[in-house]
């Protein structure tokens, strides 16, 4: 197993289009987490994923943005109509039930210009 | 609401030598965890220490250890020893006594760099 893998790791996109990042948990980790790191601050919480149901979501998380993860497997998020604002580190992270300590991804860099 | 505050952005420290980042929190909860995690440059965060807040002693990891003061909710993290690839941000983060999410709050982080 080779951890938390997130692709891509560097997105670049006009204001307006747009975008989707996929994270790959530890395989059997039911739980799934994405974060929202900007610079100079810590990762804030997005979203948490049990297996396949989405149990809470941040009131940072604007209706724009939208996460599946489909068969409990990978996740996606989707950021729709993107703006300069959502310019940000995006860290998925992947848990074992009982488990307190999850495993991050290296994260995906979105630059919205 | 819980918050978490690092009041050291930036610290540097001599290979070798020990180096202290401060963390405090707030919170009004009794039951709850604290962690530190390291983000090396470019590179995943992994967690380095953590601790039970219903533990009165406090944890120690190798060359890592915390001074963690429940009543001043303070939690600090000492490096001893330091070495270059300790060089890296470091967050402080607290969970809630985990009952379904077990989602972290984090601090701003400090950055450290250790100085050959």
């Known amino acids: 197993d080779t951890g938390v893998s997130q692709n891509p790791r560097h997105k670049i996109t006009k204001r307006g289009q747009n975008v989707t990042f996929r994270c790959d948990p530890i395989s059997e980790h039911n739980r799934l987490y994405w974060y929202r790191q900007t610079l100079g601050q810590g990762p804030e919480f997005l979203t948490y994923?049990?297996?396949?149901?989405?149990?809470?979501k941040s009131r940072l998380l604007s209706d724009r943005f939208s996460a599946e993860r489909p068969k409990g497997s990978f996740s996606t998020l989707e950021i729709q109509r993107t703006e300069q604002g959502d310019s940000a580190m995006y860290l998925c992270a992947s848990s074992a039930d009982g488990n307190l300590e999850a495993f991050f991804g290296q994260g995906t860099r979105l630059t919205v210009v | 609401a819980q918050t978490v505050t690092q009041s050291q952005p930036e610290m540097s420290v001599q290979e070798a030598e020990t180096v202290t980042l401060s963390c405090t929190y707030d919170?009004?909860?009794?039951?709850?965890?604290l962690f530190w995690y390291k983000q090396p440059p470019s590179r995943q965060m992994i967690l380095v220490i953590r601790?039970?807040?219903?533990?009165?002693q406090n944890a120690t990891e190798n060359r890592f250890s915390v001074n963690f003061q429940k009543a001043a909710k303070s939690f600090s993290l000492k490096i001893s020893d330091s070495q270059l690839g300790d060089t890296a941000m470091y967050f402080c983060a607290f969970m809630k006594n985990p009952s379904g999410t077990y989602k972290y709050i984090f601090g701003t982080g400090t950055r450290l760099k250790v100085l050959a």
């Open positions: 919170t009004s909860e009794n039951n709850y965890y």
């Open positions: 601790q039970e807040a219903y533990k009165q």
């Open positions: 994923f049990q297996n396949e149901a989405q149990l809470e």
